[in-house]
T-cell receptor, first 117, second 111 residues
């Protein structure tokens, strides 16, 4: 398996522009997570999906951020309009569901480094 | 509010010696704890975990200890090797498939 795939790996944009980050989870995984990593706050969970349905978006910083999962093999995180403080590394992760266990390992993609000028 | 805290941003250790990484948490609902390792330009990868019903879990050179009364866990790496140089994240879950991460500790293993 190729693992979690994210694109692009790097994105440089100007303030005010729309940014779309993409993620392909591991096939068969039921959960998909979006995280943001910054020096100040470390790794923060933004939103997660179960079977393509958003379950918890309490970590999404503001209305400028939105995430979708139109099918089991694809998700997007969109920022519109982007601001310099959105500069960070954004990770996507996926996880299987197993009956009878309260937690399963999350598998992370390589991340997208976003720079907003 | 950070529910998982790693108060040491960095750790330098000589090859062959023990590395001890510490993590504190505030949420008493956390029942599963994990350590992830991250190399530059890569995503975090799972290293070792422990359930709240245990106080120790060992996997090769890596051992995680959990002290529930103190809301504290630690990761021991013995012996430390150059390939262990990375950022280590402590994470916790409250049986809801969400992970709360600490800010990370950068470990440097000196030859």
């Amino acid at each position: 398996d190729a693992g979690v795939i994210q694109s692009p790996r790097h994105e440089v944009t100007e303030m005010g522009q729309e940014v779309t980050l993409r993620c392909k989870p591991i096939s068969g995984h039921d959960y998909l997570f979006w995280y943001r990593q910054t020096m100040m706050r470390g790794l923060e969970l933004l939103i997660y999906f179960n079977n393509n349905v958003p379950i918890d978006d309490s970590g999404m910083p503001e209305d400028r951020f939105s995430a979708k999962m139109p099918n089991a093999s694809f998700s997007t995180l969109k920022i519109q309009p982007s601001e310099p403080r959105d500069s960070a590394v954004y990770f996507c992760a996926s996880s299987p569901w197993t009956s009878g266990v309260s937690y399963n390992e999350q598998f992370f993609g390589p991340g997208t480094r976003l720079t907003v000028l | 509010d950070q529910q998982v805290k790693q108060n040491s941003p960095s750790l330098s250790v000589q090859e062959g010696r023990i590395s001890i990484l510490n993590c504190d948490y505030t949420n008493s609902m956390f029942d599963y704890f994990l350590w992830y390792k991250k190399y530059p330009a890569e995503g975090p990868t799972f290293l070792i975990s422990i359930s709240s019903i245990k106080d120790k879990n060992e996997d090769g050179r890596f051992t995680v200890f959990l002290n529930k009364s103190a809301k504290h866990l630690s990761l021991h790496i013995v012996p430390s090797q150059p390939g262990d140089s990375a950022v280590y994240f402590c994470a916790a879950s409250a049986s809801d498939y969400k992970l709360s991460f600490g800010a990370g500790t950068t470990v440097t293993v000196r030859a």
